[in-house]
């Protein structure tokens, strides 16, 4: 992963003090793509090249009343 992260990406993780293939997923969860984007001081489209060269995947699910999601991490 050497050299992957830009001077942008290396701020971020300086300020927030994790790594971001941590809290992006995290952030993303908890407060959706716009929201996490402008907590970080970047725009939608930065977070979605971010997520893009990091590798992390990003997917929607539709799920209807009564009905449950479960994610396996391999």
């Known amino acids: 992963m050497l050299n992957r992260k830009t001077k942008?990406?290396?701020?971020?993780?300086?300020?927030?003090?994790e790594r971001l293939e941590d809290l992006l997923p995290r952030l993303i969860?908890?407060?959706?793509m716009s929201r996490a984007a402008e907590?970080?001081?970047?725009?939608?489209?930065?977070?979605?090249?971010?997520?893009?060269?990091?590798?992390?995947?990003?997917?929607?699910?539709?799920v209807g009343s009564g009905d449950t999601v479960t994610i396996i991490k391999k």
Do not use: C, P, T
């Open 29 to 32: 969860d908890e407060h959706g």
């Open 39 to 62: 907590s970080i001081g970047i725009s939608k489209s930065s977070l979605n090249y971010w997520l893009l060269k990091l590798g992390i995947r990003f997917e929607r699910v539709a």
């Open 8 to 17: 942008q990406m290396l701020r971020v993780e300086a300020e927030q003090g």
